[in-house]
């Protein structure tokens, strides 16, 4: 063939593989997958006096290298947009994350904006729009209060402490575990795998009690508090793709101030990898999309610097909005 001749069908080639990558599902085309998934990081309050210098909201390091490291890009959503400018985010981006901290899961502005996003999923699920959400500690605990219609935790103290997970029987079927090696199942039960930060929860009873939170999620595993409770500590959505860890995957790997329990044992990292690539996974079934490759490379962190915070913080690194 020319060179000519190679170049023209090369061209006609790419092109129609990029059609495809950007198609939109018909009955056609009903298994397209999103290779360049974006994940939405809401931008959690600054309460912390030392941090308000630096910007009003903010989101660890930790947070975007762990969604990095599973294969997705990272779009920081902050608190004081419009709806009309949340719902044409959600539209562009392919998950959305709800990171840990500590702000009223039903007034601040964080819990405002996470509902505007948590009600845009559940109607895009219903619609047959493959929508992911994933929460960490308070993430996980702002998810239960969206489900529950209102705010059931209580105290569940389990402070700056590596713990193994109590796996229920559903979590061998799950979507988040099910295809973890067994040699890893078997090391969750056993080894302090979850760095947990919190004080409070969710109560196993007041999850088994709630008809709301009972028929809405899995209850994966369980864990002790300090003041003996026994509290819900990975939750997955039964029908919806929403997922919830009360612990912490992502400083596994990516955190590492030495007063801090954070695991970093060979299966404590596993543990952290698998669940980030799981998430990207999640989002690779969402094919929204932005109107152009301009404004999507605007929208992503990579326009924004990161704040070196190990000398006043826990965290290493701080991106502030």
Not at 99 to 109: F, P
Not at 238 to 243: A, E, L, S, V
Request: contains cysteine; hydrophobic residues 40%.
């Amino acid at each position: 063939m020319s060179g000519t001749g190679f170049s023209v069908y090369a061209c006609l080639f790419f092109a129609g593989c990029f059609c495809c990558s950007n198609a939109m599902p018909t009955k056609l085309n009903q298994g397209a997958v999103n290779n360049r998934p974006v994940i939405g990081v809401l931008t959690q309050i600054v309460v912390d006096d030392v941090m308000k210098p630096f910007g009003r909201t903010y989101i660890p390091a930790s947070y975007v290298k762990y969604i990095e490291s599973g294969g997705s890009r990272v779009m920081p959503i902050r608190l004081t947009l419009t709806t009309s400018e949340y719902e044409n985010i959600f539209r562009q981006i392919n998950g959305l994350l709800l990171i840990g901290g500590a702000v009223d899961l039903e007034a601040s502005d964080f819990a405002r904006v996470a509902k505007i996003f948590y009600t845009l999923a559940r109607k895009a699920n219903d619609a047959g729009d493959y929508f992911p959400i994933w929460g960490t500690c308070m993430g996980m605990q702002l998810l239960t209060v969206l489900v529950a219609g209102e705010n059931l935790l209580t105290n569940t103290t389990a402070e700056n402490i590596a713990l193994p997970l109590n796996l229920t029987p559903e979590a061998a079927t799950s979507k988040m575990f099910k295809d973890f090696p067994n040699d890893l199942m078997k090391a969750l039960t056993q080894e302090p795998l979850t760095g947990n930060f919190h004080h409070y929860g969710l109560t196993v009873k007041t999850f088994q009690e709630n008809q709301n939170l009972e028929s809405f999620f899995s209850a994966l595993s369980t864990n002790i508090a300090e003041n003996r409770v026994h509290f819900v500590s990975t939750i997955e959505g039964r029908r919806y793709p929403f997922y919830g860890t009360q612990w912490h995957p992502e400083v596994n790997r990516f955190q590492w101030d030495r007063k801090m329990n954070f695991p970093h044992s060979p299966h404590a990292v596993q543990l952290s990898s698998l669940l980030a690539e799981f998430f990207s996974n999640e989002g690779r079934n969402s094919l929204h999309q932005f109107d152009s490759p301009e404004e999507e490379a605007s929208s992503l962190i990579y326009n924004y610097t990161p704040v070196y915070a190990a000398n006043f913080t826990s965290y290493e690194q701080i991106y502030f909005f």
